[in-house]
């Protein structure tokens, strides 16, 4: 919404949530403590807040002088009753609908920015259409395809923007015309693509599903290269060199986080099966199933190389982020390769230029009370065997091995003699994310294992 105002200063963008303390943080007169770190976000919210751009907690006075407004609350995979660990969590969605018809005074277009399953749209319309008769709804689907670290430039140079609408009627393609004019304010009109609704939702989960299955595919083959001597990276060159491959999101890694591909492919597994299809819902839970085995694979391999076993062992862990340029850690990887190693009595040293010690606490309880375990005894665990540390130096004091689980630039720019000097030996590197110098690492000392590689 902050690029929505920046690059149409005519539109009034008003960014309503019921979290006041949020709302107070976007509106902080010191642009440091925006509520989400995204590299560039904070001058276009210096551009535009206070000229077209404002944040606040009305949301009635809000839903009351719009003409267009976007759901984006979070849609996450349900826990609990039907299409438990699959589905996705509509409760929020509902709530906004139910409050945008309650509230609503005029015609609306509403706008499902949040990612849904497909026909969600028509559920919202059929709640506007039974609680407030006198005020007509147009119902648009609108995916955001920015990915977290590169939010603004994805925005400001998107490759496409999909409006779904009901494109057989007249209104239907009256609201979505509104909409593309807003994205006409810097997008060039041949990258705004309009389908019907249930394409656009679903094309969301799909592209999703696509880009995850690369990964999954890399990482897969990341696993018999070890076997037999190949180099994943050299796999990867080659393969993206065939135009029809390409050469992005083949890096093989410790496996995908992030609070989307997961739950987006279990939510098309849910709706594979809804609609009677197990064949095609066991095709893609496997995405999910290979990327679940490629961070159990790479925590199995430090307790392997620490002669089989971690307990009382010092392990550095550089990252906690589920990818470099964010503070987002929803299903990072390193909080599942800490898991399996807390499990074998590992001490684990964390560090991770953004992400804060109570979100790394926060997110191993949550694991494990999610598991059954009670939150006082998950609590103690994170006290007595998790430390924080503000300095990457200091997390790698007598470390038996570091493990690299989040992408980071500054990593490689690391003084790595100091570091082999303050470790116990032998001295291992387990690189998750192949952006160390391995050879580098080894001719100072360090016993190195990267992805992929023999
Ligand atoms: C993703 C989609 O890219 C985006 O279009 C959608 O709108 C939201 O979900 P995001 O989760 O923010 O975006 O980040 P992305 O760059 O896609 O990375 C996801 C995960 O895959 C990260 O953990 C990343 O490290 C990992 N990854 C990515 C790899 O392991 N290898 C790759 O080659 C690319």
Redesign the pocket.
């Known amino acids: 919404m902050a690029v929505i105002a920046q690059k149409n200063p005519h539109i009034k963008v008003t960014v309503v949530d019921i979290n006041e303390q949020r709302i107070v943080a976007w509106n902080d007169e010191d642009l440091d403590k925006l509520p989400v770190y995204e590299p560039g976000l904070a001058d276009v919210v210096a551009e535009a807040r206070g000229r077209n751009l404002f944040f606040s907690t009305d949301v009635d006075g809000a839903i009351k002088g719009a003409e267009m407004i976007f759901i984006s609350v979070n849609t996450p995979t349900k826990t609990y009753g039907v299409g438990k660990g699959q589905a996705a969590d509509l409760k929020f969605v509902e709530l906004c609908a139910r409050q945008i018809a309650k509230v609503a005074e005029d015609d609306k277009i509403v706008v499902e920015k949040s990612?849904l399953p497909v026909r969600t749209a028509q559920s919202i319309k059929r709640i506007f259409d039974a609680t407030n008769g006198g005020v007509k709804f147009q119902v648009l689907s609108n995916?955001?395809?920015?990915?977290?670290?590169?939010?603004i430039d994805?925005l400001h140079n998107a490759d496409r923007i999909l409006i779904g609408g009901d494109i057989e009627t007249d209104e239907g393609n009256a609201a979505i015309e509104s909409l593309v004019k807003v994205y006409e304010g810097w997008i060039p009109s041949e990258r705004i693509l309009t389908t019907r609704v249930w394409s656009s939702e679903l094309s969301?989960l799909t592209?999703?599903a696509f880009?995850?299955q690369?990964?999954s595919s890399?990482?897969s083959i990341s696993a018999l290269c070890e076997k037999t001597g190949a180099d994943v990276d050299e796999v990867a060159h080659a393969i993206g060199q065939d135009s029809r491959i390409g050469p992005?999101?083949?890096?093989?890694?410790?496996?995908?986080?992030?609070?989307?591909?997961q739950k987006?492919i279990l939510n098309l597994v849910y709706l594979c099966l809804h609609f009677g299809l197990p064949e095609v819902a066991d095709y893609w839970e496997q995405v999910v199933k290979m990327n679940d085995y490629q961070k159990y694979r790479f925590g199995k391999n430090i307790i392997d190389s620490l002669f089989n076993t971690v307990s009382g062992k010092k392990i550095a862990f550089m990252g906690w982020a589920?990818?470099?340029d964010?503070n987002?850690t929803r299903e990072?990887?390193a909080i599942y390769v800490a898991d399996e190693l807390l499990q074998d009595q590992a001490e684990i040293h964390v560090y991770d230029p953004r992400v804060c010690k109570e979100q790394i606490e926060k997110d191993l309880i949550y694991l494990w009370t999610q598991q059954g375990e009670l939150e006082e005894h998950a609590r103690f665990r994170v006290n007595d065997l998790v430390h924080v540390h503000a300095d990457p130096y200091d997390a790698v004091q007598h470390a038996h091995a570091i493990a690299i689980l989040?992408?980071w630039d500054e990593f490689v720019s690391y003084d790595w003699e100091k570091i082999y000097g303050a470790m116990q030996k032998p001295a291992f590197l387990f690189d998750g994310?192949n952006i160390l110098d391995a050879e580098k690492l080894r001719e100072i000392g360090f016993e190195v294992k990267s992805i992929g590689k023999g």
Request: aromatic share 12%; net charge positive; with cysteine.
């Open positions: 990612t995916p955001e395809f920015l990915a977290e670290g590169t939010a994805d969301k592209a999703n880009l995850a690369r990964i890399i990482n992005k999101f083949l890096r093989s890694s410790v496996g995908f986080g992030g609070s989307c591909f987006d589920f990818k470099k964010t987002d990072s990887a989040t992408e994310r």
